[in-house]
């Protein structure tokens, strides 16, 4: 594990080879100037063929209470994932992360999940993509199942669309619960490599996916 500052050393394009390699940057605190190189021993993963969706949730889905838009307004979400809330003293999406995942957004290589109810953003998550794979990176939910909804709503987009692995970083009671799995870093980079190969696009807010088609996707 390495410390860097993110504003001298890191650009876009050096953040999306360290992705490349399998690691990803993590800073102390919110205000922290300086970012972490994380290269963790294990890896988690959600497997996109074999994802288990609770029933309650899915019935959520299909009723379709949230709206779900892709890369409508990527910095709100990035600003929510990096607010301290209840449960949650700090965070690790310090401002050189968040200046160059701006950045990547700009560029195609980073992308937002949005739920809206009554036109207002309640939830959702960003993440990186490279090729075939995408690097969740954190959510946020201020309605009840908000950023499960749109977890789910971008595991059908990612189907739909070619990519073959999403990577979580780090395994976790809430992520297990949906079929996340944790594998060797030898595991990993074999996934990640064959992944970034792969060409597979997120298109810039595409039409959104109805909570039937969202659970039609994942059933294929």
């Not at 929510?80 to 992360?97: F, K, L, M, Q, Y």
């Amino acid at each position: 594990m390495t410390d860097i500052n993110p504003e001298m050393v890191l650009g876009p394009d050096e953040l999306l080879r360290l992705y490349a390699r399998g690691q990803f940057p993590m800073a102390e605190s919110r205000n922290a100037t300086t970012v972490s190189i994380i290269d963790p021993d294990r890896r988690g993963i959600l497997p996109l063929n074999s994802l288990h969706i609770p029933k309650r949730l899915a019935r959520t889905i299909r009723q379709d209470r949230f709206t779900v838009h892709i890369n409508r307004n990527f910095a709100a979400v990035i600003a929510h994932c990096a607010e301290v809330s209840a449960g949650r003293d700090d965070t690790w999406i310090n401002p050189g992360i968040e200046m160059l995942c701006h950045h990547l957004f700009l560029r195609g290589h980073a992308h937002s999940i949005e739920c809206y109810q009554d036109q207002k953003l309640v939830g959702g998550l960003y993440g990186i993509s490279l090729g075939g794979a995408f690097f969740g990176e954190s959510m946020f939910s201020r309605q009840t199942d908000a950023s499960k909804v749109a977890l789910f709503h971008l595991c059908a987009r990612l189907k739909k669309q070619g990519f073959c692995l999403l990577d979580i970083q780090f395994i976790t009671s809430h992520l297990a619960q949906f079929g996340a799995i944790e594998i060797s870093r030898k595991q990993y980079l074999q996934q990640l490599d064959a992944a970034i190969a792969k060409p597979a696009l997120l298109a810039q807010d595409p039409a959104p996916f109805s909570g039937r088609e969202v659970l039609q996707q994942l059933s294929t």
